[in-house]
């Protein structure tokens, strides 16, 4: 056999150095599902939904921890792989408010634990991330329900006093992505696990609020998050996948360049996220380009050209401005050169309308005296 | 950027001064943390207040306000004379070593710590960790460049880079960290007074012909402009007759903001074209409304070159256009069609007239962006500059004097202050301002002050307090704050209604015109 190969499903894969199962799958387009495996973070194995087969070793293994190893034969959907992952989710959904529908509704018993969700919630709606929750996904992959096991009541009640994230402990999985996400890759070190057993619970040093804690409120925590346990404020229950329409955008705060992904629904942006997979920032962000988003739809936005008379602004179209603007301009630069006159652009707007804003500095008023406020 | 900034988390050693980089660019800050946590690299923080990021730092140098060129002369002092600098790319890549040599001679630490305030032992200590890693890292920020020597700092943090080797490889380089958004792309699209898009530099007669010839004008002037912090003055004296500012409000930003408002009200004719009723635009002839960054398509250029793409996500409010059409409208107006159909035409002009632009086109940059300089269309882009040689040959270092600040306390304006931003807002505040969350955590300007200066003038964490500067007072709140240290205050800059810049010197630093906002007097006392 080859030295620096191995077989899922049959399939001869090379590896390579210090590569996990997952990664060696992933890379040659097999999909392993996973839970708390978060990219970019140190992988803590927690959840073993992404368990494998591998032949010769007497239990399943983890497949986001466990090194390929040459020579290995794994089976990722093995008879025994696929039940293992059932009884995960199983358990999973049965703790906590998983009010996803997945569960038997003829028993009749859905009703009565849809009922203590929403009084929970005070909604009478259906899980916020419905339709966008990677458990949601997982059972209805596995065809799994969360009556298998007694449902375990939630302990601790909602946290919603900071102004961007809720943090619903009663969908809390455990999983540690958040804290991962908090620690290892934006190194906040504002969470981490607490209390043991069935107490355990994520909490923010000394278990006070995320608004008196360390945190930051740059979402890493929520955009890792793979249920509905941390969602952005504005935006729970605002909007469904299926309704938002998304675009690739770059953040204009600051000279990072963060690539965000708006979701818009109504010709709003009702949420933004971090844009997965691509420089500069794979996913992260900070609290502005995050949750700095409302001064787009502020009802203080100039909508219409201005004229000032007698020391008050007037309403003007937008062809009267410019002929006036054109002809003021034409006069001064007539009468007083080129050089009397000034370009400011801006740090702020694209590089189109810079180039233009010098071109016509340069071109038409015939000066160079264009500057931004950088050095401001 | 010489490198990029996925870069950081390459190096071994990380120097970060004039940056506080947890609130400024926070995202960067995550680099450099992972850096130190998860891959054992070094890093020294070198300013005034005590940051978020000396918490993770091997070393924190605190220098007095405006000594960079000191500490950065010692640094290089101790280097040479322990001959732990990059011989062989001293002897191969640059020249002047020896007038440098000459002028860091007598920068002992001794010296040094004279001046800085910086323990002598530190400053051998920071120099050996510096000197002694295989890659190592520059940042810096506004910290540098905001002072009458900034252009003197920045020549200095070169020296030293280069003097160790770090240019050119993965890990190392000098990094200057873009403050807003597109300052990269407004540079590099020649919103400057001396050059055209991409450093063509406007005295040189084969750009203006060029140029000529492009745009289908004639009598481009070969006369290099003023910059902004000279356009003020010029008004102030009358001599400047009309203004045309797009998306900045210098009314806020400006130094010396008192002298920057009478300035303004002498033009003949003002015209701010931005977003929101900003405090510039109130003092306009004509207002012109544009669309945000969600409503139009185009580019950005980060700080470390990377043009990006800019997406149109939603419509505008009301009867709104792009900046760029406007400008265009007025142009046609005055007779010169420029005769765009949209932002991508715009662009392709971009790229047909700037070198470094010349290979990038929409189509390219639709997933991931590209660093420039990216000369033609097959060319995969620049990520670290200055790998072979500089573009003027060898790299050449400058022997830099130390100057004082221009400002210095006396007995009735005892207290250094510098300004800077805080994490929940951006620059002079016109957007974040608008997000009640953002205001929810930081509501209010505030005046941060060390525990044993607050006690020293009898000031109490939450008083309202008066601060005066020999230009201006503003009221604020006090917090006191392990972040200070005595002697210093600080203050940030985005609340108009406290303008940091009622108090700061608008002092120039002769090359690059930028102003000394990171240092002036100032004395507290209780409001009334
Ligand atoms: S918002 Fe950021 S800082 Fe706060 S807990 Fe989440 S990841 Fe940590
Ligand atoms: S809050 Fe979300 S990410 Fe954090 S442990 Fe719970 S389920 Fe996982
Ligand atoms: S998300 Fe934050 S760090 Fe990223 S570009 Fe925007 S302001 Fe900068
Ligand atoms: S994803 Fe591997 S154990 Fe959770």
């Given at each position: 056999m080859d030295e620096k190969t191995i077989l899922i499903n049959g399939n001869r894969l090379t590896i390579q150095p210090e590569e996990t199962i997952l990664e060696t799958a992933r890379r040659n387009g097999i999909d392993i599902p996973t839970l708390c495996h978060l990219k970019g973070a140190i992988p803590t194995g927690a959840c073993r939904i992404c368990v494998v087969e591998v032949e010769k070793a007497r239990a399943l293994m983890p497949a986001c921890t466990t090194p390929a190893q040459p020579g290995m034969v794994v089976h990722t959907e093995s008879p025994e792989v696929v039940n293992s992952r059932r009884i995960s989710i199983e358990l999973l959904l049965s703790s906590g408010n998983h009010n996803c529908s997945v569960r038997k509704s003829d028993t009749g018993s859905f009703t009565s634990f849809q009922l203590e969700v929403q009084k929970y919630d005070n909604t009478d709606d259906l899980c916020p991330v419905?339709?966008?929750?990677?458990?949601q996904d997982l059972a209805y992959r596995y065809q799994v329900s969360g009556e298998a096991f007694e449902s375990t009541k939630t302990k601790y009640p909602m946290e919603t006093v900071n102004p961007f994230i809720v943090r619903d402990f009663s969908r809390c999985i455990l999983c540690g992505r958040c804290v991962q996400a908090c620690n290892d890759i934006q190194v906040n070190n504002a969470i981490s696990f607490g209390y043991r057993g069935s107490e355990a619970k994520i909490v923010a040093?000394?278990?006070?609020?995320?608004?008196?804690?360390?945190?930051?409120?740059?979402?890493?925590?929520?955009?890792?998050?793979?249920?509905?346990?941390?969602?952005?404020?504005?935006?729970?229950?605002?909007?469904?996948?299926?309704?938002?329409?998304?675009?690739?955008?770059?953040?204009?705060?600051?000279?990072?360049?963060?690539?965000?992904?708006?979701?818009?629904?109504?010709?709003?942006?009702?949420?933004?996220?971090?844009?997965?997979?691509?420089?500069?920032?794979?996913?992260?962000?900070?609290?502005?380009?995050?949750?700095?988003?409302?001064?787009?739809?502020?009802?203080?936005?100039?909508?219409?050209?201005?004229?000032?008379?007698?020391?008050?602004?007037?309403?003007?179209?937008?062809?009267?401005?410019?002929?006036?603007?054109a002809k003021r301009f034409a006069e001064i630069r007539d009468t007083h050169g080129g050089d009397s006159m000034g370009v400011l652009t801006s740090a702020r707007v694209t590089n189109e309308d810079n180039y233009l804003a010098q071109k016509f500095a340069r071109g038409v008023l015939k000066t160079n005296n264009i500057d931004h406020c950088a050095r401001l | 950027?010489?490198?990029?900034?996925?870069?950081?988390?390459?190096?071994?050693?990380?120097?970060?001064?004039?940056?506080?980089?947890?609130?400024?660019?926070?995202?960067?800050?995550?680099?450099?943390?992972?850096?130190?946590?998860?891959?054992?690299?070094?890093?020294?923080?070198?300013?005034?207040?005590?940051?978020?990021?000396?918490?993770?730092?091997?070393?924190?140098?605190?220098?007095?306000?405006?000594?960079?060129?000191?500490?950065?002369?010692?640094?290089?002092?101790?280097?040479?004379?322990?001959?732990?600098?990059?011989?062989?790319?001293?002897?191969?890549?640059?020249?002047?070593?020896?007038?440098?040599?000459?002028?860091?001679?007598?920068?002992?630490?001794?010296?040094?710590?004279?001046?800085?305030?910086?323990?002598?032992?530190?400053?051998?200590?920071?120099?050996?960790?510096?000197?002694?890693?295989?890659?190592?890292?520059?940042?810096?920020?506004?910290?540098?460049?905001?002072?009458?020597?900034?252009?003197?700092?920045?020549?200095?943090?070169?020296?030293?880079?280069?003097?160790?080797?770090?240019?050119?490889?993965?890990?190392?380089?000098?990094?200057?960290?873009?403050?807003?958004?597109?300052?990269?792309?407004?540079?590099?699209?020649?919103?400057?007074?001396?050059?055209?898009?991409?450093?063509?530099?406007?005295?040189?007669?084969?750009?203006?012909?060029?140029?000529?010839?492009?745009?289908?004008?004639?009598g481009l002037s070969d006369k290099p402009g003023l910059t902004v912090t000279e356009m003020v003055?010029?008004?102030?004296?009358?001599?400047?007759?009309?203004?045309?500012?797009?998306?900045?409000n210098p009314l806020v930003s400006d130094a010396d903001l008192n002298h920057a408002e009478a300035s303004f009200s002498q033009l003949d004719f003002l015209v701010v074209q931005d977003i929101f009723m900003t405090e510039t635009a109130k003092t306009a002839d004509v207002v012109l409304p544009s669309c945000c960054f969600a409503e139009k398509d185009g580019t950005f250029s980060n700080t470390e070159r990377r043009v990006q793409r800019v997406r149109k996500a939603v419509e505008p409010p009301g009867d709104v256009?792009?900046?760029?059409?406007?400008?265009?409208?007025?142009?046609?107006?005055?007779?010169?069609?420029?005769?765009?159909e949209n932002a991508e035409a715009v662009f392709a002009e971009i790229a047909m007239v700037t070198p470094s632009y010349g290979g990038i086109t929409w189509e390219r940059i639709d997933r991931e962006g590209l660093h420039w300089p990216c000369p033609s269309t097959d060319h995969p882009g620049t990520p670290i500059l200055h790998t072979e040689t500089f573009p003027i040959g060898r790299g050449k270092f400058f022997p830099i004097a130390f100057i004082p600040p221009a400002e210095i306390t006396d007995d009735e304006y005892p207290l250094y202050m510098t300004t800077g931003r805080v994490l929940y807002h951006y620059h002079t505040g016109t957007m974040t301002r608008k997000t009640e969350g953002l205001n929810e955590r930081s509501p209010e300007s505030f005046v941060e002050i060390s525990k044993a200066d607050a006690a020293k003038y009898d000031l109490k964490d939450g008083d309202r307090v008066?601060?005066?500067?020999?230009?201006?007072?503003?009221?604020?709140?006090?917090?006191?704050?392990?972040?200070?240290?005595?002697?210093?205050?600080?203050?940030?800059?985005?609340?108009?209604?406290?303008?940091?810049?009622?108090?700061?010197?608008?002092?120039?630093?002769?090359?690059s015109k930028i102003p000394e906002f990171k240092v002036c007097a100032v004395k507290i006392s209780k409001a009334a």
């Open positions: 419905w339709g966008d929750c990677e458990l040093s000394g278990d006070r609020a995320l608004k008196d804690s360390d945190c930051v409120f740059c979402g890493e925590c929520v955009q890792a998050c793979p249920v509905g346990a941390l969602v952005e404020k504005e935006c729970r229950y605002a909007w469904r996948p299926w309704e938002a329409r998304k675009v690739k955008t770059t953040c204009s705060y600051c000279g990072v360049g963060c690539q965000l992904t708006l979701h818009i629904m109504d010709n709003q942006v009702i949420k933004v996220a971090g844009t997965e997979d691509v420089a500069p920032n794979n996913g992260s962000l900070c609290v502005k380009g995050r949750f700095g988003y409302s001064f787009i739809h502020s009802p203080e936005r100039l909508t219409t050209p201005l004229i000032k008379e007698n020391g008050k602004f007037r309403e003007a179209g937008w062809e009267e401005a410019l002929n006036l603007v | 950027m010489t490198n990029t900034i996925a870069d950081i988390e390459e190096a071994d050693v990380i120097l970060i001064t004039g940056s506080n980089t947890t609130e400024n660019h926070p995202v960067i800050s995550s680099f450099v943390k992972r850096a130190v946590t998860r891959r054992g690299a070094k890093l020294i923080v070198v300013d005034p207040r005590r940051i978020k990021l000396a918490e993770f730092s091997e070393k924190w140098l605190r220098p007095n306000l405006g000594t960079d060129v000191a500490w950065l002369n010692g640094l290089m002092h101790v280097i040479i004379k322990e001959e732990l600098y990059d011989k062989a790319f001293v002897e191969k890549r640059t020249e002047g070593f020896d007038a440098l040599k000459a002028a860091v001679e007598k920068f002992t630490p001794e010296h040094v710590t004279e001046i800085t305030g910086i323990p002598a032992r530190d400053i051998v200590e920071a120099a050996r960790i510096y000197a002694g890693a295989k890659a190592a890292s520059i940042l810096y920020c506004m910290g540098i460049t905001q002072h009458t020597t900034g252009t003197d700092n920045v020549k200095s943090l070169a020296n030293l880079a280069m003097l160790c080797g770090n240019i050119g490889i993965p890990g190392g380089g000098v990094n200057p960290l873009r403050g807003q958004n597109n300052v990269q792309g407004a540079c590099d699209m020649g919103g400057l007074p001396n050059v055209f898009s991409g450093y063509q530099p406007v005295n040189d007669p084969g750009n203006i012909s060029k140029m000529e010839k492009a745009w289908g004008v004639t003055p010029m008004a102030h004296k009358g001599e400047f007759k009309a203004m045309y500012i797009i998306g900045e256009w792009e900046d760029w059409r406007i400008t265009a409208e007025i142009a046609s107006r005055m007779g010169y069609d420029m005769g765009f008066k601060v005066a500067s020999r230009r201006g007072e503003i009221e604020v709140v006090l917090s006191v704050s392990d972040k200070a240290v005595d002697g210093t205050v600080f203050i940030p800059f985005h609340f108009a209604e406290a303008a940091a810049n009622r108090l700061t010197n608008s002092a120039l630093d002769p090359v």
